[in-house]
């Protein structure tokens, strides 16, 4: 089945017949139009897009911003064939089951699925990703010959995560999508048409030369970036007021990120020892990299958030060391890296022995910063809405309000605080706090950043009146429209979206094959 270029064929295509119509070809769109279309059914995908990214497609992304501003809005969410995945590491991480739950001391949380249902879909996604399926914990300690390095396990979790060794879905999975949907590129949702059942009976699509074509749809599935999935339901709003899936007043309210910052930095008499315990390794091609966690209990007893710390191996001169170095010179012989080897002569030998022997990518020299990503507290006070800008098909941009609440900052700070206090009694070094990680700091939200986890606005829920799509991502009163993004999460743990939300396209694919 090809990839159609809708700017030469949208007017005189036949866009009959597909039994499921996906809006959004990256990773969730790209997964679910494999797995339906293994089984037998049409798919056709839409993407704004083409193969490459561009300025003039990224300008869709446009938005006013009217909280605590992001960074790079234009290019932080891709319009391409493979979505995201182009530029993303491909890091594999699930969430935890006690992020499914319902916690007393956070509004708005718990999920209508639980870890248990999604678990053997955790399994596929990884297969999707080209992972293996060795569990984050003990399977992989074992695998690298590891011991975890005395924290308390009742507070901190010691875990791993795992990244693909193609991220990129457009060349992973290529020749797949291509033999199972149709990809009309080039190709922009405009508008979603009820009949009088309240059920999708057409869409409108524009291309990027200013025609339109009306397609009829058996189901649509949004599976655009959690921006963009807000930005259509509301922008929907002439049947039904305030947006498609707005009855309940939720839609584009609790929008969420994984705020993030650096804390400080780690002083250890043995930081070869250190790096041992939390530097990333090889093996077998793979690549894992360590965080620590906060547990279930220490989220109880604190009443907080959850949060994760990764250890950042930093050169001074803001180089990559001498094994990065020595990298560049084979990859581009020149004579300034070769003096650059030349003078790290030691350390490149070093880290190649450790890496051979271990596969600890091992830099010598290098200081031990500490990064945290943190749960944000799902608050209807940061959410998207509508502008009153438009973009080149007439379609109003997203107004972004993004909010930090004072108790995801309160889990930043008492996290930090837990993590000084288990690495100078673990032996493991003293983490030296920046001033501002303290709980009076003027203003938090200055001090975190964003890294491109749109969730949330669209959330799951388990009656109506508590969000937006129910436990199979069904729009509530829509029946044939289903929403595959992150913005259905009610909350977002501190993992990496992807996994969780290739999990759940792998589910709705089951859903709509039973159907």
Known sequence: MPFIDANKQLEEGDWTGFDVTIVGAGAAGIMLAILLGRRGKRVLIIESGHFKLDPDRQSLNRLEQSGKQMTDVIWNHKRAIGGTTLEWGGQSLPFSPCDFGKRDWIDHSGWPVAYETLSSYYTLANRFMGIDELNYDNDILALLGLEAPGVDAKLLRYHFSKWAKQPNFAKLHRADLERHATVLYNAHLLCIDLDDNSRVKTIEVGDFRARRRTIPVGTLVLAAGGIETNRILLHNDHQH???????????????????????????????????????????????????????????????????????????????????????????????????????????????????????????????????????????????????????????????????????????????????AAEMQRSGLGHLRLLDHVRADAADHEVHLSDVNHHMGGARMSASPDGGVVDDQLRLWGVPNLRVCSAAVFPTGSHSNPTLTLLALAARLADDLTAA
């Open 241 to 419: 007021k305030g947006g498609l899936g707005n009855a309940s007043d939720w839609l584009g309210k609790a929008f969420m990120e994984h705020p993030c910052l650096d804390i400080g930095h780690v002083e250890s008499d043995d930081m070869a020892r250190l790096q041992q315990f939390f530097g990333s390794r090889l093996r077998r091609g793979s690549r894992y990299s360590v965080r620590l966690s906060t547990t279930s209990g220490w989220q109880a007893q604190h009443r907080l958030l959850a949060a994760s710390a990764s250890l950042m191996w930093i050169y001074d001169d803001g180089s990559g060391g001498p094994l990065t170095e020595l990298g560049s010179f084979v990859r581009r012989p020149r004579l300034d890296n070769a003096f650059k080897i030349a003078r790290g002569g030691g350390e490149i030998a070093q880290g190649l022995w450790a890496l051979a022997r271990t596969g600890l990518i091992y830099k010598p020299g290098a200081s031990a910063r500490v990064s945290l990503m943190c749960e944000q507290e799902p608050s209807r006070d940061s959410y998207v809405a509508l502008s009153n800008d438009r973009d080149r098909f007439g379609m109003r941009c997203a107004r972004l309000h993004w909010r930090i609440s004072p108790k995801t900052w309160a889990t930043v700070v008492a996290f930090s605080q837990t993590l």
